[in-house]
């Protein structure tokens, strides 16, 4: 199974300040298709989980441009710029290039 | 608008059967694969099942497979898990979801306890 492994487990942070998340991956998440299905979720407190970025930058619909996502092959990272009180939640990384599909452990985003 | 609403949770006993329901709509249900993803808990994601477009192609992982079968019905536009021989470890919140976890449904809580 690919493992993601994703650091911090937790981070505390003022409104208005940047943040990074970074997501390693056991192996490399590019599929045959030349894609990278390497995925970043934001899960709200008592929500379902949302996609914030899809194959590693490419922004979701309606999700701000504070958010950005880099990376290759097996090392990720997302960025949060000006972070908002709406940002807080738990962050995933996910991918979806091989079976099992398997997720980073979690990121906490909490208030400073 | 994409809509997944998950259905047919609740306590059930160990080593009983439970089978969730995910009424899909807002897209063309038939062209994609879809996931099933729970979280127990306050832990993290974990992938359960897949199944592709058609039908023909599943994927479980391994605590599941031989317990719990994935199946949809494309002229519904429902997606199923069928979950037998439960332990206490399956309690949690299953979500259904779409290939590139993009769309996910509300969520539907299984409690495995006697």
């Known amino acids: 199974d690919v493992v993601m492994t994703q650091t911090p487990p937790s981070l505390s942070v003022a409104i208005g300040q940047s943040v990074s998340i970074s997501c390693k991956s056991s192996?490399?998440?590019?599929?045959?298709?030349?894609?990278?299905?390497l995925h970043w979720l934001l899960q709200s407190p008592g929500r379902s989980p949302k996609r914030l970025i899809y194959q590693v930058s490419n922004l979701g619909s309606g999700v701000p441009d504070r958010f950005s996502g880099t990376g290759s092959q097996k090392d990720f990272t997302l960025k949060i710029s000006r972070v908002e009180a709406e940002d807080l939640g738990v962050y995933y990384c996910a991918q979806t290039t091989h079976f099992p599909r398997t997720f980073g452990g979690g990121t906490k985003l909490e208030l400073k | 608008e994409v809509q997944l609403v998950e259905s047919g949770g609740g306590l059930v006993q160990p080593g009983r059967s439970l089978k969730l329901s995910c009424a899909a709509s807002?897209?063309?249900?038939?062209?994609?694969?879809m996931h099933w993803i729970r979280q127990a808990p306050t832990k993290g994601l974990e992938w359960v099942a897949s199944i592709s477009p058609s039908g023909g192609s599943t994927y479980y992982r391994d605590s599941v497979k031989g317990r719990f079968t994935i199946s949809r019905d494309n002229a519904k536009s429902t997606l199923y898990l069928q979950m037998d021989s439960l332990r206490s470890e399956d309690t949690a919140t299953y979500y259904c979801?779409?290939?590139?976890?993009?769309?996910w449904g509300q969520g539907v809580m299984v409690t495995v306890s006697s």
């Open positions: 979801a779409t290939p590139t976890v993009d769309y």
């Open positions: 192996q490399s998440l590019v599929y045959s298709d030349g894609k990278t299905y």
């Open positions: 807002g897209f063309t249900f038939s062209n994609y694969g």
